[in-house]
């Protein structure tokens, strides 16, 4: 007898005996086992991602009241440093309200800010003497070395073309919205106006 044919023989006999030792009450038991296993890993896998979830919603939770702490703690640095709310009122009461706007949790209002300030903004250019049909008219006439905060003024100008031609459709961030009043203010206190 060969080699090769001692190996043909056992392959065989293996699958002849497999054959002949396979039944349907093992399989059974085979699958019942494995649904047993697979009930065991589908319960730990739940429990691991009911864990994710709560500790997700519980940072969330966390860094939302973070972010309000910290938009209270920047209205409240705004109002200490730009006047709102302290013991000497602005004399300029255009201004107040303007302040107002941009202490509104209201998008449109931190436009609308923007836009009374500029009106503002060219009626003090006109005033202090700077002649032009537009503020950028205004603006242009000026020199860099007259105005210290001419630049702010560009900046802020800007902001407020686009605001009206792009009218509701201008997206803007309450941070940018008092970015940008921030800057009128700046000029407005060089003028000795607020």
Not at 35 to 63: D, E, M, P, W
Not at 107 to 118: C, H, N, Q, Y
Request: proline share 2%; aromatic share 10%; net charge negative.
């Amino acid at each position: 007898m060969t080699p090769s044919s001692s190996f043909l023989e056992y392959f065989f006999g293996s699958i002849i005996d497999f054959i002949t030792n396979f039944s349907a009450s093992g399989i059974l038991d085979s699958l019942s086992s494995f649904y047993s296993t697979l009930k065991i890993i589908g319960i730990i896998l739940s429990l691991i991602l009911i864990f994710l979830c709560i500790y997700a919603q519980v940072n969330l939770i966390r860094v939302e009241r973070e972010e309000d702490e910290h938009e209270r703690h920047l209205r409240e640095h705004y109002k200490a440093h730009h006047g709102h709310g302290s013991s000497q009122p602005y004399t300029n009461t255009r201004w107040m309200k303007i302040v107002d706007h941009i202490n509104s949790k209201n998008p449109s209002d931190w436009r609308l800010a923007i836009l009374e300030a500029d009106i503002i903004l060219d009626e003090m250019l006109s005033k202090s003497g700077y002649h032009g049909e537009t503020v950028s008219d205004k603006l242009k006439s000026i020199d860099e070395s007259q105005i210290s905060s001419i630049n702010s003024a560009w900046e802020a100008h800007k902001i407020r073309n686009a605001i009206a031609h792009e009218g509701s459709d201008f997206l803007i961030s309450e941070r940018e919205a008092r970015r940008v009043i921030g800057l009128y203010e700046k000029v407005f206190k060089e003028f000795h106006f607020i």
